[in-house]
């Protein structure tokens, strides 16, 4: 039997994920004022969330932030997404952590003003960033 389980992450910024969920093709659904969105699991459970990713036709990956610690947790019947999805939790968390951590360097470069001059990706799918800045 499967069952729903939860995945913290050191993500605190929600528009900035939401940018990288619609960058991975992700579509999803945010709650509306203090509402929460429900999340399908196994066999019709139902958990809520702040946000439902929907991951397949039948399962989906629930957000909700930590109110102590103001930290995403993603919650989902991980078995049943990855069997109709295609991707597991480990590979999931991977590629936002990567597409989040890359935008909050982007923002942050750019705040304290230097100009980002090259991005490249290599074998192991690891970005690499070029950053200059013109001292007066």
């Known amino acids: 039997m499967s069952h729903f389980t939860t995945v913290q992450t050191k993500i605190n910024n929600l528009a900035r994920l939401e940018l990288v969920l619609k960058e991975l093709a992700f579509n999803y659904t945010k709650a509306q004022d203090e509402q929460l969105v429900h999340v399908k699991g196994y066999l019709g459970q139902t958990t809520g969330a702040k946000l439902v990713i929907h991951a397949s036709k039948t399962y989906e990956i629930g957000v909700n932030v930590d109110a102590q610690t103001g930290l995403v947790n993603f919650v989902a019947d991980w078995e049943f997404v990855e069997l109709t999805a295609g991707f597991n939790q480990e590979e999931f968390t991977r590629k936002v952590m990567q597409r989040y951590a890359y935008h909050t360097v982007k923002e942050e ?16 799918n690891q970005i690499h960033v070029t950053v200059s800045s013109w001292n007066d």
Request: hydrophobic content about 20%; glycine content about 6%.
């Open 109 to 124: 470069v750019t705040k304290r003003g230097y100009t980002l001059e090259e991005e490249k990706v290599d074998e192991k």
